[in-house]
């Protein structure tokens, strides 16, 4: 069974290698003034390839949720520590939504940037994200300090 399973995905990644190396090779055979100034052009030669790419990028999304799940599924232990952990990740989210802002976005010169108006829902998901950045990398660098001062602790 894993062998054939083996076999399976060898020929399904030659497959994706054949066709992204066609749609590829299809670009490079345009030219590039016209690639940029044509629609038409653009419609044939580049829309094929960034739907291939969109697509592959939903069934790697979807394979993994899927295999995550059945992992979990088969070790209650972990599914456990992941309802931990994605809890953990959930109360920083709303530690961080709570302390972005919605103040508005200005360009250099001081002039408030179309859609960047004080209150605007997106310029605060947009907080939030960089304070959520912010918060895992501290909580990361804590760790790495910590990881650090045990091992020379105990070396």
Do not use: C
Not at 98 to 122: C, H, M, N, R, Y
Request: proline share 3%; hydrophobic share 55%; aromatic share 10%.
């Amino acid at each position: 069974m894993k062998d054939n399973l083996s076999k399976i995905l060898n020929i399904f990644i030659a497959l994706v290698a054949a066709i992204g190396a066609f749609l590829f090779i299809r670009i490079f055979m345009e030219d590039a003034d016209l690639i940029k100034t044509d629609p038409e052009v653009q419609q044939s030669v580049i829309s094929p390839i960034i739907t291939f790419s969109t697509w592959l990028l939903y069934i790697a999304i979807g394979v993994t949720v899927v295999l995550s799940f059945i992992g979990m599924v088969k070790n209650p232990e972990n599914l456990k520590k992941t309802g931990l952990g994605v809890l953990a990740l959930a109360v920083i989210l709303v530690l961080a939504y709570f302390t972005g802002d919605s103040l508005e976005v200005t360009d250099p010169q001081g002039k408030v940037l179309a859609g960047g108006e004080a209150g605007s829902s997106i310029n605060h998901w947009v907080s939030t994200g960089i304070w959520y950045s912010m918060f895992l990398g501290l909580i990361a660098g804590a760790f790495f300090v910590l990881d650090l001062a045990k091992g020379l602790i105990k070396s």
